[in-house]
């Protein structure tokens, strides 16, 4: 290993270091990037954007006294290997490692836990003001980037901030990026403040932005005649309160460290809030990162001198590239449809749905609150809506679902991708609680499909209904089952018996399906595809309550609350009093590792599922294999 790099274990290292010596350790650090998530995996783009920006901040400021709250937190590895995890990042994202995003628990460096977007400047302006209010003179800055800064809740934050006292910076990470091509006037406003038209017709001093670093004396001016309003326009950030600097070439250490050490003085001189504008490049320093920013946003594993390569033969197709199937066969076949993506085309498979359906697309930007009561508008005017959203990420649109969707009973489809378990970006990023939170929503229903057919199946289902309807689905791959081409959907509300065994039958709802048949083999149970977590298929349940002694939910779910809880509710309410045993995600966080042995760890996996029945019925089951399943 180099010699500069290894010579940091902390940032008090790094503080040691001249001015001269951050641009080699800067370059050691990219190289370090580069080369770590080739082996493992992970967020690249947005990292190689900030690195400059991450040794300047830590050189300036007096971390971890000063508090650094990264906003989605998806550009903290150089901030990890600075801060004493070097060494571990080769264990990133994996089982028993560091996590791929800040976490309080890792390390004191790591101030405020995130992985959701535009958390940051609330967080540290609460900071801020915990730190005045106990009489602390430390300084708080939040990092924010271009596309978080489009949420709502940014706004809200800068609201709040713009007329608080505290010690507050916010750095916007500007690289005119979000996962995917940024969208809306916000990114266009960024874009006219970046060109220095802005500037130049406001104060007649050319194009003076981007390089260099105003010197303390000139922010203390501009901040002076922005109180008198004599700067006319003010930039946004100002009407909010704000003292605006920038744009700066956020890979100029020279510009970065000297601007920011004027910054700090002000903040020390209790000038208000501050808010630097800094420009990145997304990918920077790894041309085929830069050239493709999308692609190297959160690669596998790869060989840099090669870069991504596509395998040979073709992966089974995901759960995803099913739902980008049917949306555009669905949309060829109904007008209506229109598709909606807070900012999540790539992930949520609607690259290609944009490209043949470009006027019946919304990328709304990262803003899931708007996203949801957005498509009730469109609902409202006789459009079908379908938002494609991570199961995890709608949480944050849970007022909007009952109070705009449910409580006016709007047909909507919402495709929710990644619920259960997502593996590498562990609990921030799982869709644990989707079954739970939405099942106790009037007019709400909740399909599951348990594989790729049924998944496109459902998904016509859902469209075809005339209330709002989600349709959940894990990343990634199924068992591969043969999707049909037609558009037909399935039963509305309807399961079907897969396995008839006896005495203890289960009930999967999802993927589990086929884990659970396979310990059905071994315990000889009856399997039913539930396919609906609401409404409860209650004729089937009805019939495997009277033939069985004892029952077992199964689901890629929070157990608490989830499918399991609906059929305990259901058996009470139809008079049936007889063991059930509930089989879906315990009471934890579960951490970022292989889903498959997550899986395995929470006994969701086939054998997993025989221990738990066979440790609980064990008086009720025969010895020998069950007896047939059925096609
Ligand atoms: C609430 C929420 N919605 C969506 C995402 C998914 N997501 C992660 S990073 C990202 C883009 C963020 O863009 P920006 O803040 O500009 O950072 P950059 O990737 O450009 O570094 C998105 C949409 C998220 N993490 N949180
Ligand atoms: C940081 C973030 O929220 C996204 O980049 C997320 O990690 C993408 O996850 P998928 O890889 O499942 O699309
Ligand atoms: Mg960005």
Not at 126 to 141: F, P, Q
Not at 393 to 404: E, K, P, S, V
Not at 512 to 533: C, F, H, I, T
Request: some cysteine; overall charge negative; charged content about 20%.
């Amino acid at each position: 290993m180099s010699s500069l790099l290894s010579s940091i274990e902390s940032p008090a290292d790094l503080r040691q270091l001249s001015r001269a010596q951050l641009h080699p350790l800067a370059d050691e650090l990219r190289a370090f990037v580069i080369d770590s998530v080739a082996r493992t995996g992970g967020h690249l783009s947005s990292n190689l954007g900030t690195v400059e920006l991450t040794v300047a901040l830590h050189y300036v400021f007096n971390t971890p006294e000063d508090r650094l709250v990264w906003d989605v937190g998806h550009q903290t590895y150089p901030h990890k290997i600075l801060t004493g995890r070097r060494d571990r990042m080769n264990t990133l994202r994996q089982l028993g490692g560091i996590s791929g995003f800040p976490r309080r628990d890792e390390s004191e460096y790591d101030t405020f836990g995130t992985a959701h977007s535009s958390t940051s400047i609330s967080a540290a302006l609460g900071m801020a003001m915990a730190a005045k209010m106990k009489g602390e003179s430390r300084h708080s800055v939040a990092i924010i980037g271009d596309g978080a800064m489009t949420a709502g809740m940014a706004f809200e934050a800068l609201n709040n901030a713009g007329v608080a006292d505290g010690r507050l910076l916010v750095v916007l990470n500007d690289n005119d990026m979000s996962i995917s091509p940024p969208v809306g006037a916000l990114n266009r406003y960024l874009a006219q403040l970046l060109s220095g038209q802005f500037y130049a017709a406001a104060k007649n001093v050319g194009k003076q932005v981007l390089k260099g670093a105003p010197p303390l004396f000139e922010l203390a001016k501009r901040l002076e005649e922005h109180a008198k309003g004599m700067v006319v326009p003010a930039t946004l950030f100002e009407k909010f309160g704000f003292n605006y600097i920038g744009p700066i070439d956020g890979h100029d250490l020279d510009s970065l460290i000297p601007t920011l050490e004027n910054i700090r003085h002000l903040l020390d001189k209790d000038s208000g809030p501050q808010f630097l504008h800094v420009v990145t490049k997304k990918g920077q320093g790894y041309k085929l990162a830069e050239a493709d920013p999308v692609a190297y946003h959160g690669p596998g594993k790869f060989d840099p001198a090669v870069g991504l390569v596509k395998p040979v033969t073709p992966p089974k197709p995901t759960f995803t590239q099913v739902f980008g199937q049917w949306l555009c066969d669905m949309a060829e076949a109904d007008p209506k449809l229109v598709g909606i993506t807070p900012a999540m085309r790539e992930g949520s498979g609607m690259v290609e749905f944009e490209r043949r359906f470009p006027g019946r697309y919304f990328d709304v930007g990262i803003a899931e609150q708007h996203a949801v009561t957005f498509a009730a508008g469109l609902a409202c005017e006789g459009l079908k809506p379908v938002v494609a959203i991570y199961s995890t990420f709608l949480q944050r649109a849970y007022d909007q679902l009952i109070h705009d969707v449910a409580l006016q009973n709007l047909p909507m489809v919402f495709a929710l991708d990644r619920a259960g378990l997502v593996g590498a970006d562990g609990a921030t990023h799982a869709g644990a609680y989707d079954i739970a939170f939405l099942r106790c929503i009037p007019n709400m229903s909740i399909a599951c499909p348990a594989d790729e057919a049924e998944c496109r199946q459902l998904l016509s289902t859902a469209h075809a209904q005339n209330h709002p309807v989600a349709v959940r689905y894990p990343r990634g791959a199924g068992v591969g089952t043969k999707v049909p081409a037609g558009l037909e959907g399935l039963p509305f509300g309807k399961g079907e018996m897969r396995r008839t065994g006896r005495h203890v039958a289960i009930l999967a709802f999802g993927t589990l399906l086929y884990p659970a048949l396979e310990a059905a083999e071994q315990l000889g149970a009856s399997v039913a595809n539930m396919r609906w977590a609401k409404p409860l298929d209650i004729e089937l349940l009805r019939e495997l309550a009277q033939t069985h002694q004892a029952l077992v939910t199964v689901e890629e779910g929070c157990a608490m609350g989830g499918a399991g809880s609906a059929v305990l509710e259901a058996l009470q309410a139809e008079g049936f009093a007889m063991p059930v045993l509930q089989l879906g995600l315990s009471d934890v966080f579960t951490e970022h590792g292989d889903p498959a042995k997550l899986l395995a760890a929470e006994g969701l996996d086939a054998s997993g599922i025989e221990r738990s029945v066979r440790a609980r019925f064990a008086s009720l089951l025969d010895n020998v294999s069950g007896l047939k399943v059925v096609a």
